[in-house]
């Protein structure tokens, strides 16, 4: 019994070595891609998708930050999350000639600073925040600022974003510096600005923020353009707008872990997401912009020609791409729990 056994041990071994081999485990944003995507990669590789999926960056940030080995293979940071990771180490670089996909990218979203050359992460969806309004009761002609926010008239009814780094880079901006300051007196001088705000913020909200909008409950504030874009389908009337000082553009991105167990697969399943027909449909399965030209030229004119999804040259000259700001984040998020708290 025992030879048998032990046969059947050494048969067995390789099927299951090739069952692990035949595995990517994915760690993804929640609701941000085409289930059906995953269902065509493993029809057309025979390579298992292990999908987890989490809330924020902070969230898959501190889980990446225990897992020594065998962890996720790919993770889907957002730019300053890349930035700060890669200088920790926990991203393994890629191997391009395995990314025969890459030549489908529009150049102008690569080689950023949070990722020169793109040696760590690959763009997957962008976007940016910037101002939304209901143009039945606000007239988009009259806003053309991150300052018009504090009017009075839109006390009770103004939307901001429920993230540090989005409301603070719209305060920073109004008074003219970066969104990725890291200077004390001028993110200090950011907070003393929204203190003032906040007594007319209706709503913070990050999960949906185009929902209070539809409810009629805020009619105008801080928002990414994909909410707004998505939103316009049930509600006409409400506008993206990008002001004087310039828009924060961010992208979401495809990275492997150093603690990846299957870096082959990997690179299989990031290459396959920037595939143009795969690309599009989860382009229009999430409602934000792809850095993929050819899934671009595949999507309707509606979609394709939306200021809202895909700014002109003028708005994306005019904006600026998060940044990691090191060990001042910590005086932003004091300041920030100091403005939700009062």
Not at 44 to 57: A, D, H, L, M, Q
Not at 79 to 97: A, G, H, I, Q
């Amino acid at each position: 019994m025992k030879k048998i056994a032990f046969l059947l041990v050494v048969l067995l071994l390789p099927l299951a070595l090739h069952a692990a081999k035949s595995e990517v485990y994915v760690f993804n944003w929640s609701e941000y891609l085409d289930p059906a995507v995953l269902k065509t990669f493993e029809k057309e590789t025979g390579i298992r998708v292990k999908y987890s999926t989490y809330e924020s960056n902070e969230a898959m940030f501190a889980k990446l930050k225990i897992i020594r080995k065998n962890g996720y293979d790919v993770v889907f940071p957002s730019t300053y999350f890349v930035e700060r990771m890669r200088k920790l180490n926990l991203l393994k670089p890629l191997d391009r000639s395995l990314l025969t996909n890459l030549k489908n990218l529009d150049p102008k979203l690569m080689n950023k600073p949070y990722d020169p050359g793109n040696a760590y992460s690959i763009p997957y969806l962008w976007g940016s925040s910037a101002i939304g309004v209901n143009a039945k009761y606000v007239n988009p002609a009259t806003v053309t600022s991150f300052n018009d926010l504090w009017n009075p008239k839109y006390k009770g009814k103004l939307l901001l974003m429920d993230d540090v780094r989005d409301v603070f880079a719209m305060s920073l901006r109004s008074l003219g510096y970066s969104g990725n300051d890291t200077n004390p007196e001028h993110i200090k001088a950011a907070y003393l600005k929204l203190l003032k705000l906040k007594p007319g913020v209706k709503v913070f909200n990050s999960d949906s923020p185009k929902q209070p909008f539809l409810n009629n409950e805020v009619t105008i504030g801080q928002i990414w353009g994909g909410e707004i874009y998505q939103a316009a389908r049930e509600n006409p009337n409400l506008v993206y707008i990008y002001p004087k000082e310039g828009a924060t553009f961010w992208a979401d991105n495809m990275a492997i872990p150093a603690s990846a167990r299957n870096a082959k697969n990997a690179h299989a399943f990031i290459n396959f997401m920037l595939r143009p027909d795969i690309a599009k449909r989860n382009c229009e399965y999430v409602g934000y912009a792809t850095p993929n030209l050819a899934a671009q030229a595949l999507l309707d004119p509606k979609t394709r020609g939306s200021r809202a999804v895909y700014p002109d040259a003028k708005d994306f000259a005019k904006g600026e791409f998060q940044a990691d700001v090191g060990s001042a984040i910590l005086i932003y998020e004091k300041y920030w729990e100091m403005l939700k708290t009062r």
